[in-house]
């Protein structure tokens, strides 16, 4: 067993979108359920998809919700359920007859909807969903109940990932928080005393047809690039490769849910989106939402690395914050400085407990089954010790992370400021793989 527990028959080269599991695999036909899909793959699944709906509903639909409360919520969920439906609709077509197995024989009438986004499998192996893998599901359905902006790619893919994987997606995520954060502070001090101000003096003219139809442009656009970058965090339990019908399934499960979060006008993590500045004003949404899907267009294009859409929407949104209080407008510069905190605070605990159960979880299932590596420290790190040092140091940083939480003061917020930044250097420069 490799040291993240998920071992692997065979590797395979990245270029090649190769696919495990083929329809008579002895491992798909063992403790099965309705489409070939064992209970736990079900039950992560529905976990996954009803955590990931409703927590990132506050990034990508948080302000259409917010900014349109006179329609009623069916409405919206039209809107948004048409463009989610043709997201998944072509990506499984680009997909669908593409696929090829382990020895390179095309997989006639599959398709995989997730874009991609998992084909390296040296990073994100193919195996057996066991009970282990649902537990970090359920904990993000749980924090998202308590409105806790966590990643839900951090939660839901760390323990499908090895460590080398893992690593690429934090580096990857970092720097979106960091391009995202230059971008909304750059944009917003030159918009803060130009168009904002303008949207302030008149309040009225955001009612204008052509500010509401170009509203729902960017949500359009801005809903289908995430689901792009997200529907791995929920078809990492299923097959890699669906019959139209288990797709079909599939997409009707997350209709469902979306349906239940707009009812319920974007769930508890809207509150987070509630506490910015300005972000009812349909003229600011739509600025917000365009910004943030040219963010996560580029990274798109850039790799097929999963990353967390979280990080780069609160860098977004911290740097518009900081933008704001830099030009003496909404909240002051410490208070802005405490809000970017605490959001990134919270969202760095959910990175830290993705990484400890990730590597904890299939520790701790290897020792109750009694073989012979059985809770021996060293395979929670693999015998790197870079890796130890990493594991280390991200719980280490938990301290200053939850000083500030606890009492959020100047000296708190810059011990946790330089913490983080030491923190963030420091991995760039380790080799964790």
């Known amino acids: 067993m490799d040291p993240m527990g998920l071992a692997v028959a065979a590797r395979l080269p990245e270029p090649t979108r190769t696919l495990s599991f083929p329809r008579d695999s002895p491992r798909r036909t063992a403790n099965l359920i309705l489409f070939d899909i064992s209970v736990w793959a079900a039950l992560g699944f529905l976990f996954a998809a009803y955590a990931v709906v409703g927590n990132d509903a506050l990034q990508t639909l948080g302000t259409f919700i917010h900014s349109n409360q006179r329609f009623h919520w069916t409405v919206l969920f039209g809107f948004a359920g048409a463009i989610l439906v043709a997201t998944f609709v072509y990506g499984y077509a680009m997909s669908y007859g593409e696929l090829v197995d382990s020895a390179g024989q095309v997989l006639p009438g599959v398709g995989d909807p997730s874009f991609g986004r998992l084909d390296n499998e040296d990073k994100y192996p193919v195996f057996k969903v066991e009970w282990f893998h649902v537990l970090p599901a359920l904990g993000l359905l749980i924090i998202t109940r308590f409105g806790i902006p966590v990643s839900t790619s951090f939660m839901v893919l ?186 990134l605070g919270k969202s760095f605990i959910g990175l830290v407990v993705s990484i400890d159960m990730a590597r904890g979880l299939p520790w701790m299932a290897e020792g109750f089954e009694g073989g012979g590596d059985a809770f021996v420290v060293a395979t929670l790190y693999g015998g790197n010790p870079s890796t130890m040092w990493f594991l280390i140091a991200v719980n280490a940083l938990l301290i200053p992370v939850i000083l500030f939480l606890a009492r959020p003061s100047r000296a708190t917020s810059i011990g946790m400021m330089v913490s983080l930044a030491l923190g963030a250097l420091a991995f760039f420069t380790l080799d964790i793989s």
């Open 158 to 343: 760390a323990i499908f990932a090895t460590i080398g994987g893992l690593g690429s997606m934090i580096k990857k995520s970092l720097i979106g928080y960091g391009l995202a954060f230059s971008v909304g502070l750059v944009l917003y001090l030159f918009l803060a005393r130009t168009l904002e101000k303008h949207f302030q003096e008149n309040e009225a003219s955001q009612r204008r047809r052509h500010w509401v139809a170009l509203q729902w442009i960017s949500t359009s656009w801005l809903w289908s690039v995430w689901l792009m970058q997200d529907f791995a965090n929920i078809f990492v339990f299923l097959p890699r490769q669906l019959t139209p019908i288990e797709a079909l399934t599939g997409l009707g499960v997350i209709l469902g849910l979306l349906a239940l979060t707009f009812a319920n006008q974007g769930g508890p993590v809207q509150k987070v989106l509630r506490s910015k500045t300005a972000v009812s004003d349909i003229r600011s949404a739509t600025i917000i939402d365009f910004t943030f899907a040219m963010l996560l267009y580029y990274f798109k294009e850039k790799s097929k690395i999963p990353m967390s859409t979280t990080w780069v929407f609160l860098g977004l949104i911290a740097g518009r914050e900081y933008a704001f209080a830099v030009m003496r407008r909404g909240q002051p510069f410490l208070g802005a400085t405490k809000l970017a905190l605490s959001d």
